[in-house]
């Protein structure tokens, strides 16, 4: 078992490790025996710790130490689970891992004295809607989920996106608590807080900073994703990787190394981001090196209609501004074809089915975009990327193939 520390202005675990579904019941009720959400800026003792009160986990990923924490953790006490507020826990899934866990996760939940309702939605990118959204915050309305009780992400990326945003705006904020299903979620999108829906006008434009009270990611719950959905994580870990790791990228090189070797991968996975995400919690500067590859990725989810998953979006995403970074001299060659050849070792299409025009008036409705330029994270060395500001105008000649 592995715990990362990450130090917010809302500080939480992620525990990572084998078999956590069984045991879902009991880590909530050790963070709902923490009390109610603190206020934003208050900092605590970690949340949601199985640790006994005499021990803690020391403070991880201030830009110290890039190093795994290897530290063991137990599961909560008996004395722990006896104190437990019990209250109503808000389970929001999708239709396919309902299908898969939905039972035992419940059972989990039901066993440690929790009343459960569920809001199951559908799969995919689409559910990430103003009007997904307004039903679940109704649906929690309805059933009388009240500041106490728990929000709880059982899923993905989209999952924990839109319950992460319900969880911020619903009675202006309760608590939230993400359980990782997927390798995309365990790596990136469970841990620093980014909650959202989608607008017609471009992905991820409507939502919320909303820090979870603690991330649970269990290895079994991982390994049970096979193809493109495990594929959509293992795009996120190769640019971790680019961007901090180059003994990460080394490793990758070999054949089967995610899947043999999840929980360490996830820890890493988890530790870059919590460096970055402890220093620029709200993206001022350095939190947007993390988008690398998202500035086009995001572009061509958008431009396929979400046809092309965001982790294969973001693959391509890495391959052209990669190029583009060995054109405007940012890296060399051989490293922008270091970072394709990685990607295409790993069976990601990178031929952009869009051109340089249309990318470039899909990003022009980017997030990152302020006034006339956007910032694009762009690699510098395996293992090192760099903020660059690029005009609006200059789009089409950046993402030029
Ligand atoms: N996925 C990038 C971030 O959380 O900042």
Request: glycine share 10%; net charge positive; hydrophobic share 40%.
């Amino acid at each position: 078992m592995k715990t990362i520390y990450i130090n917010t202005s809302r500080p939480y675990n992620v525990h990572i490790g084998a078999g956590l579904i069984h045991q879902a019941g009991a880590y909530l009720n050790a963070v709902v025996g923490e009390g109610l959400v603190p206020s934003r800026g208050q900092s605590g003792r970690p949340q949601g710790s199985p640790l006994r009160d005499n021990e803690t986990h020391p403070p991880h990923g201030g830009g110290q130490s890039l190093r795994p924490n290897e530290e063991q953790c137990k599961p909560p006490s008996p004395r722990e689970v006896a104190r437990s507020a019990g209250g109503s826990i808000a389970l929001i899934t999708d239709t396919n891992v309902n299908r898969i866990h939905g039972d035992t996760i419940t059972a989990s939940l039901v066993a440690a004295g929790f009343r459960v309702v569920k809001y199951v939605t559908r799969p995919g990118e689409g559910s990430k809607s103003m009007t997904n959204l307004a039903r679940l915050l109704n649906f929690l309305a309805e059933e009388q989920v009240t500041r106490t009780d728990t929000i709880l992400a059982f899923g993905g990326g989209v999952v924990g996106d839109l319950a992460g945003f319900a969880a911020a705006s619903y009675l202006r904020g309760v608590r939230f608590v993400q359980f990782a299903t997927s390798l995309l979620a365990a790596v990136d999108s469970s841990v620093g807080g980014k909650t959202g829906v989608n607008l017609a006008a471009g992905k991820n434009l409507a939502g919320a900073f909303w820090q979870p009270e603690m991330v649970l990611c269990d290895t079994d719950v991982l390994l049970t994703q096979r193809g493109r959905r495990f594929m959509d994580g293992v795009a996120e870990v190769i640019k971790h990787a680019i961007i901090a790791d180059p003994a990460l990228f080394a490793r990758l090189g070999e054949k089967g190394y995610i899947r043999s070797n999840l929980a360490e991968v996830v820890a890493r996975n988890v530790e870059i981001k919590a460096s970055v995400v402890s220093r620029d919690e709200l993206e001022r500067g350095e939190r947007a090196l993390l988008n690398l590859g998202h500035t086009v990725g995001h572009a061509i989810e958008r431009l396929s209609a979400y046809k092309i998953t965001h982790g294969y979006a973001v693959a391509m995403g890495m391959a052209v501004e990669a190029r583009a970074a060995a054109r405007m001299g940012v890296c060399s060659v051989e490293v922008a074809g270091k970072i394709e050849g990685i990607l295409a070792a790993h069976g990601f299409d990178l031929a952009c089915p869009y051109d340089a025009e249309s990318l470039a008036a899909a990003m022009l409705s980017d997030k990152k975009r302020s006034a006339d330029t956007i910032t694009f994270a762009l690699p510098q060395e395996v293992g090192k990327c760099v903020l660059v500001p690029v005009k609006v105008g200059e789009m089409v000649g950046v993402v030029n193939r």
